[in-house]
């Protein structure tokens, strides 16, 4: 089946612009997360939604970071008047709670570059 | 606070074993994930302990121990495609992953 689909997989905004950031999940997971990778870093903790519940966005930077789920499969994160510091790797990932190991499946993320 | 740290960097040879080191201090424990990335594509999944002691997978093995704090990922007759970044996570008691630096491996010929 396929699996965590992210678009664009690449964006070039000015500094000031508004971006969106899709996730398309796999089907039926319930779960889906989003993360910021700096370049030789770890994934950072965005937010977190259970099916159309943002549970948690404790890890958004600022409030120029919102992201919605508006029905429990499609996922999209919004950055509003990008800055330089936002140039990062967005990493999506899905998975299903009730089934250890709870693995997380991954996106092939999007590049944003803030010029 | 949360920590997870993880060597920066490590060489090795192919054909040869090479263990990269995961140690830990979270809010509450429910398991440690090693995930394989490399360069510009997605992290995937490796392996998953909860349990103390060794979970064996074809060339690859990872180690826990709860009371150190710390696990390991053994890889054996390594490969020139086992060169990527190998991050180790631990979920917290919220179910959320927190995640390592990441070690970047470097296999030579």
């Known amino acids: 089946g396929a699996g965590v689909s992210q678009s664009p997989r690449y964006k070039v905004a000015k500094r000031g612009q508004d971006v969106a950031l899709r996730c398309d999940p796999i089907s039926g997971h319930v779960s889906l997360f989003w993360y910021q990778q700096a370049l030789g870093q770890g994934p950072e903790f965005l937010t977190y939604f259970q099916n159309e519940a943002q549970l948690d966005k404790s890890g958004l930077p600022s409030d120029r970071f919102f992201a919605e789920r508006p029905e429990g499969s499609v996922s999209t994160l919004k950055i509003q008047r990008t800055q330089q510091e936002d140039s990062a790797v967005y990493l999506c990932a899905s998975s299903t709670p009730g089934s250890l190991p709870y693995e997380q499946y991954f996106g092939p993320g999007t590049r944003l570059t803030v010029t | 606070g949360q920590n997870i740290d993880q060597p920066t960097e490590m060489t090795a040879t192919e054909g040869a074993i090479v263990q990269i080191n995961c140690t830990y201090q979270?809010?509450?424990?429910?398991?440690l994930f090693w995930y394989q990335q490399h360069a510009g594509e997605a992290p995937t999944f490796l392996s998953y302990?909860?349990l103390d002691g060794l979970e064996e997978k074809g060339r690859f093995s990872s180690f826990l121990s709860r009371s150190k704090g710390y696990s390991y990922l053994l890889l054996k007759e390594l490969q020139m495609k086992d060169s990527a970044s190998y991050l180790c996570a631990v979920m917290d008691s919220n179910y959320q992953l927190i995640w390592g630096a990441g070690t970047k491996l470097i296999i030579k010929p």
């Open positions: 979270t809010s509450g424990f429910n398991g």
């Open positions: 302990n909860v």
